[in-house]
């Protein structure tokens, strides 16, 4: 049982690149969002998703996109990378009616030159 | 605006030196308040879900206690093992947690 996988691990982007950062879990939970983490500052709600085909924004949800086709994926989408997108991310899931615990990934640390 | 502050930001024990972490929030209605550990380059680990004032939980030599306005979260005789940064969060409606900056504590030996 894998949980919440994450790839890449490391970017390095250009400013005005494009990349995507994959989420998956094998544990068919419903409920799946992506955080990001800065230093001196709590985690932050980027996008999250209650099921296939229904997402919505979180707290900081500018310059990104995602999409749910499937329970197992949530992939998100920087379109044209800036470096305030310098961050680590991490993507979490839970059962959609358990609002208790959220199971993270490792996470995805991305640097915008 | 929901608010999650903890203190201190950074917390060295000496092993064997207990301590407690503090967790304040300010939000509109609280349903559940939750304490994570994160390892360096890792992601978060769930530990506790308190719902009410005067709920305590206990794990190991961690205990996070919680009121109307903070919560504790207690190390009891700290091994090197339990070196993690600890992170709050609350959550005010079903889809959102909102996350403190976290301590992080150091225990050494």
């Known amino acids: 049982n894998a949980g919440v996988t994450q790839t890449p691990k490391f970017q390095v982007l250009k400013t005005g690149q494009s990349m995507t950062l994959q989420c998956a879990q094998d544990m068919n939970h419903e409920y799946m969002s992506w955080y990001r983490q800065d230093p001196g500052m709590g985690l932050r709600l980027i996008h999250y998703?209650?099921?296939?085909?229904?997402?919505d924004q979180g707290e900081v949800p500018n310059g990104y996109n995602v999409s749910r086709s499937t329970t197992e994926d949530f992939p998100l989408r920087l379109l044209s990378a800036a470096p305030s997108q310098t961050s680590v991310y991490f993507c979490?899931?839970?059962?959609?009616?358990?609002?208790?615990?959220?199971?993270f990934g490792e996470g995805s640390r991305l640097t915008v030159l | 605006e929901d608010q999650v502050t903890q203190s201190p930001e950074a917390l060295r024990l000496q092993e064997g030196e207990s301590s407690s972490l503090n967790c304040s929030y300010t939000v509109s209605g609280l349903r559940g308040l939750f304490w994570y550990r994160q390892d360096p380059g890792k992601g978060p680990e769930f530990l506790f879900t308190l719902y009410s004032a005067g709920e305590e939980k206990e794990k190991e030599r961690l205990k996070a206690t919680l009121t109307k306005k903070e919560s504790f979260l207690h190390i009891t005789a700290p091994k090197p093992e339990d070196s993690a940064t600890y992170l709050c969060a609350v959550r005010t409606n079903d889809y959102k947690l909102s996350f403190g900056a976290g301590t992080t504590v150091t225990v050494r030996a």
């Open positions: 998703s209650v099921g296939a085909g229904i997402t």
């Open positions: 979490a899931s839970r059962p959609i009616q358990n609002t208790g615990e959220l199971f």
